[in-house]
């Protein structure tokens, strides 16, 4: 015991190679749990869209439940065939462009009051910077492969992302005036009180909370916004040339930023990790990281109830729905925000 606390405080000390050492251990510690949580979802995935359709989904690999390791161990053993017109160089950044970003983001996500790997107070801004640079990855993907179809992909999905980048980025605005900061974990103690779940941003921010998570699903492409990987129109979108590993990085890359929206949506509308109930009921209105973790599980459901049960939207639907309707809508409620800050309604940080 001794001897772990030495190492321990060996770790905290400001000599370059501890700050090495342990800046990398707690990389680690979010990276590998987040790759392990996209592995189950998918089988998660699986399981719930099979119970929807009255299906078992799947059975036979260690009872299904390792069903999620074969799929890695069958990717990684493909061969990984370059188009012969391919840009070789552009084509095998692109995974790795489309990946980082979605988990660098995670270096400002607070799982708890005091466990986050960067307490930045411009983390919201830095989120928006992640986020965006997604659609790079999946442009040169498109134009990488020097496929007509690919390049179609491509360009729907990065017009997708950006059309609900933008009523989402109205959505942070909104929650920015409300938390007052640019601190996640302020943001959580702004939504902290007596009253439980009635204190947090969900309450005053209805329409920007509703939206948020909508454009969350829009800009992930996923079902019924999924077009841009549409099979019965373009095959498989901007990754049809890829396969194996590549493959791998791109299907990892939207599973983690799936997960993110749902982590994000809990953090600045939900509370975060605070309970839903007050303080005065004892072990029910702790707060702890069970609480986000429960939150983000509810809105990953949604993930997949929304697959199971809606029908693909058309692309010119999609469209419409994000500049017509959502942007419109954030402007609006921000100015109402604002109002009600102004009017004392809505007090910042408290």
């Not at 061969?79 to 070789?88: D, F, G, M, T, V």
């Not at 549409?230 to 194996?244: C, Q």
Request: contains cysteine.
């Amino acid at each position: 015991m001794e001897y772990l606390k030495q190492a321990l405080s060996w770790l905290q000390s400001d000599l370059p190679v501890a700050v090495l050492i342990y800046t990398t251990i707690k990389i680690l510690l979010i990276t590998v749990p987040l790759i392990l949580a996209v592995a189950f979802f998918t089988l998660w995935e699986r399981k719930v869209i099979g119970w929807m359709q009255v299906r078992k989904g799947p059975t036979y690999i260690g009872m299904g439940i390792l069903q999620p390791f074969a799929d890695v161990f069958k990717l990684l053993f493909k061969e990984l065939i370059i188009p012969s017109q391919a840009n070789r160089v552009l084509f095998h950044i692109a995974p790795l462009l489309a990946l980082v970003p979605a988990f660098a983001a995670w270096a400002v996500i607070p799982f708890d009051a005091q466990v986050v790997l960067s307490n930045s107070n411009a983390g919201l801004l830095y989120l928006l910077a992640m986020t965006s640079m997604g659609v790079y990855g999946i442009i040169l993907a498109g134009w990488a492969s020097n496929s007509k179809y690919a390049f179609l992909g491509a360009m729907r999905a990065a017009a997708q992302m950006v059309s609900y980048e933008i009523a989402m980025g109205f959505s942070l605005v909104g929650v920015l005036i409300a938390a007052g900061t640019l601190n996640l974990s302020e943001i959580v103690a702004a939504q902290s009180g007596n009253a439980g779940m009635f204190e947090w941003f969900w309450l005053p921010l209805l329409p920007l909370f509703v939206i948020y998570f909508i454009s969350g699903v829009a800009e992930t492409n996923r079902a019924p916004f999924d077009v841009s990987e549409g099979e019965s129109e373009i095959v498989a979108g901007f990754h049809v040339e890829y396969a194996g590993s590549a493959f791998a990085l791109f299907f990892l890359a939207e599973y983690a930023n799936m997960i993110l929206v749902c982590f994000l949506a809990s953090i600045l509308f939900l509370g975060g990790w605070l309970s839903p109930f007050p303080e005065t009921w004892g072990l029910l209105g702790k707060a702890g990281w069970w609480w986000l973790l429960v939150k983000a599980n509810i809105f990953a459901f949604l993930y997949l109830w929304f697959r199971a049960t809606f029908p693909r939207y058309r692309y010119d639907q999609i469209m419409r729905l994000g500049w017509k309707v959502f942007i419109p809508i954030t402007i609006v409620w921000v100015l109402v925000s604002g109002v009600m800050v102004y009017a004392g309604w809505l007090v910042p940080g408290a």
